[in-house]
């Protein structure tokens, strides 16, 4: 560094510069990278780590005695606001009710829960999706465009009778719906 004057000095610190510009982007970048990775580990570890903001949960021993999934109660209810909610149990090996009936185009809620081990389902055709876990009420919403037949399987192994634990779900048009729910206050398609 004795001459800096000169062309090659000119050189040499045009040189020098762009070098740790260099540095201080792979410096960045690789602390972007890092950063990322951290916040991944901590969604991945929170997420495992911490129940659910809202859980609601159920005595597993009384679900089918009293309370809010006694038999009576399961199937589509109409809410005030013209929502629909859907209760069912699911247990070794089947679902009540075993068919169930949602209107379409209707803002819906899912409630559901397990008296025994942990079983799941999903709705062919759709993202609905979810575990039920004995001591816990599964919530979610859920809307149909439109009319049609949904095979719903359970989806988590437990025990002998997995493979044939479903249910059906049928779509049916909204008017055709409101008919069905003003002569009872629960709807489902069992024996049908
Ligand atoms: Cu219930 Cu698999």
Not at 7 to 31: K, M, N, T
Not at 118 to 142: C, D, K, Q, R
Request: aromatic share 6%; charged share 20%.
């Amino acid at each position: 560094m004795s001459d800096q004057s000169g062309p090659a000095g000119l050189h040499q610190r045009a040189h020098d510069l762009i070098v740790r510009i260099e540095r201080r982007w792979a410096s960045i970048s690789i602390g972007i990278i890092i950063l990322l990775a951290l916040m991944a580990a901590f969604a991945g570890i929170h997420r495992a780590t911490m129940p659910q903001s809202v859980v609601e949960t159920i005595e597993p021993r009384i679900v089918h005695m009293r309370g809010e999934f006694v038999e009576t109660n399961l199937g589509s209810a109409l809410e005030a606001d013209g929502s629909v909610t859907v209760r069912l149990v699911g247990q070794e090996y089947s679902f009540t009710p075993s068919c169930l009936v949602v209107p379409t185009n209707t803002p819906i809620t899912f409630r559901a829960t397990s008296p025994d081990v942990i079983h799941g389902f999903l709705i062919e055709g759709t993202n609905i999706n979810t575990m039920l876990v004995p001591g816990y009420i599964s919530v979610l919403p859920a809307r149909f465009k439109k009319p049609g037949e949904h095979l719903m399987p359970c989806h988590e192994f437990c025990g002998v009778g997995h493979e044939g634990m479903w249910a059906r779900v049928r779509a049916i048009d909204k008017q055709e719906f409101q008919k069905l729910i003003a002569q009872q206050p629960r709807v489902s398609c069992d024996n049908q």
